[in-house]
């Protein structure tokens, strides 16, 4: 299935369609985007649209890397097996040979079409270099996945999504077009280029004091409408962070988009996890061990998101690793659970609305998890912080406690603590000591049965 580009508005010369078969000598120019297309814009229609058109072609996209051995996507019925059924559902998948997810890989020698310049970052699983298109003159980033490392099934997959997804205007555009580099050192396709910076460097540059209230509601009102448009066509995005946002101006940060589908895979396909935590990543990610099969869902994204909220105000994670053994995610959770009465400090400055966000993002109850449109909502329509005189006092003190810990815990904010306080402190300590102690007996317990299965 290839999509109509009947109109190419605004396309620099040169910048055309190729010709759906390839063409024998290397194509002369990388090729639009699908949002160069006249395609309308992210609305509820839109999204009908691409649900009818796009996604299909990423299902396709998916059934056919499964059928190469890629990872079982349950909820399509398909599987590997080469059962009767299975077998007719994959020859249903190569009749779609002349779609756009089928098209082949095109070798070229880069030097001939582009002008490469310097890196602008790396990944697990990459690199994105800059470039210059010698016949236009335009700017482009090319993403490289270095081979033999990469399949050519992941790289099929990361193109498709990324291409499909294109034409929301909150998403990087993809140009058409699988490349494959002459030396067959890697495989690659094109993007448009971000100038500016990631989100991680605009925080960065704040020296831990973040980016502010007004920004952050400018990158989530971006960065929501793209996952939501994700989610809505039942598609997870699994490696949301700071990096993989880029703010095209650095003053208004009117222009926001998300990149990196590496790891895009529908909702309720099952993943082998890999031996890698980071710190956006939620505490179901974090506890499992190397090998463990996973059913990808929504929820993760959610997580993810409010990692990235909270280090858009406060400039700084809020921890290391979701997992009880990182003290300051124990106490967020022992809060959750109202086990410790009181907020870690860290947690103060967020307006009461700004701290509901945080808990209905990180809590370790997946079904709690707000949908990526409870979060838009919220972080559009509400005031995120307290006001800046508000922000030493402590309100969001449970009630629920004993009284002699109460009286310790009310003035856990001040510096001139008491006995009670410092005893009180003290007793978190051993009790978080004692907690981690015991999980991690019970981990390794884990780690050893799960061998034992095998
Ligand atoms: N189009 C672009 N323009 C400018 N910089 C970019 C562009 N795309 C990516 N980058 C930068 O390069 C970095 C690496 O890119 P990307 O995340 O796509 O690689 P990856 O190998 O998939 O990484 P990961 O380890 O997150 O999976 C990004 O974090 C971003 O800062």
Redesign the pocket.
């Given at each position: 299935m290839h999509i109509q580009r009947s109109e190419e508005v605004g396309v620099p010369p040169g910048l055309r369609t190729p010709p759906r078969t390839p063409p024998s000598t290397p194509p002369a120019s990388p090729v639009m985007p699908r949002s160069a297309t006249r395609v309308r814009r992210h609305s509820a229609g839109d999204k009908k649209i691409f649900g009818i058109d796009l996604y299909k072609n990423v299902l396709i996209t998916n059934a056919s890397v499964r059928s190469e051995g890629g990872e079982k996507v349950s909820g399509h019925g398909a599987s590997s097996s080469g059962s009767g059924a299975a077998a007719k559902r994959r020859n249903s998948v190569f009749v779609k040979r002349g779609s756009v997810s089928m098209e082949p890989i095109k070798k070229i020698d880069l030097d001939d079409v582009y002008t490469v310049y310097k890196q602008?970052?790396?990944?697990?699983?990459?690199f994105?270099k800059l470039a210059e298109h010698r016949q236009s003159g335009m700017k482009i980033?090319i993403?490289f996945f270095p081979r033999p490392q990469t399949k050519q099934v992941d790289f099929i997959r990361e193109y498709n999504y990324s291409f499909f997804l294109s034409p929301h205007q909150n998403i990087?555009d993809t140009y058409e077009g699988m490349y494959q580099s002459s030396d067959d050192s890697a495989f690659f396709f094109v993007?448009?280029?971000?100038p500016r910076a990631?989100l991680r460097e605009a925080v960065e540059a704040t020296n831990q004091t973040g980016i502010g209230e007004v920004k952050t509601k400018q990158v989530f009102t971006a960065v929501m409408s793209a996952i939501e448009f994700m989610h809505d066509e039942n598609l997870v995005h699994r490696?949301l962070k700071a990096?993989?946002i880029?703010i095209f101006d650095s003053n208004d940060f009117s222009k926001v988009k998300v990149?990196?589908f590496?790891l895009t895979r529908k909702e309720n396909a099952t993943v082998k996890y890999l031996e890698y935590t980071n710190c956006y990543m939620s505490p179901e990610l974090c506890e499992t061990v190397a090998n463990e099969v996973l059913t990808v869902n929504k929820a993760i994204d959610v997580w993810a998101l409010g990692v990235i909220f909270f280090y858009c105000l406060k400039g700084r994670f809020p921890w290391q690793k979701a997992s009880i053994m990182c003290k300051p995610y124990w106490e967020w959770e022992q809060w959750l659970k109202r086990k410790n009465p009181t907020l870690p400090k860290k947690f103060n400055s967020f307006s009461e609305k700004g701290l509901k966000l945080l808990k209905k993002t990180l809590t370790p109850r997946v079904k709690d998890r707000w949908s990526a449109k409870e979060v838009r909502k919220c972080v559009t329509k509400e005031k995120l912080l307290k006001p800046a005189k508000a922000k030493e006092e402590n309100y969001y003190i449970y009630i629920d406690v004993e009284p002699n810990k109460k009286a310790s815990s009310d003035r856990s904010g001040d510096s001139n603590e008491t006995g009670d306080g410092k005893q009180h402190r003290k007793s978190t300590v051993q009790q978080w000591i004692s907690t981690t102690l015991a999980a991690m007996a019970e981990i390794s317990e884990q780690v050893v049965s799960a061998r034992d299965d095998i």
């Open positions: 602008l970052g790396t990944g697990r699983f990459g994105i980033a993403k990087i993007q448009e280029f971000c990631s490696n990096e993989n880029l990149t990196d590496g």
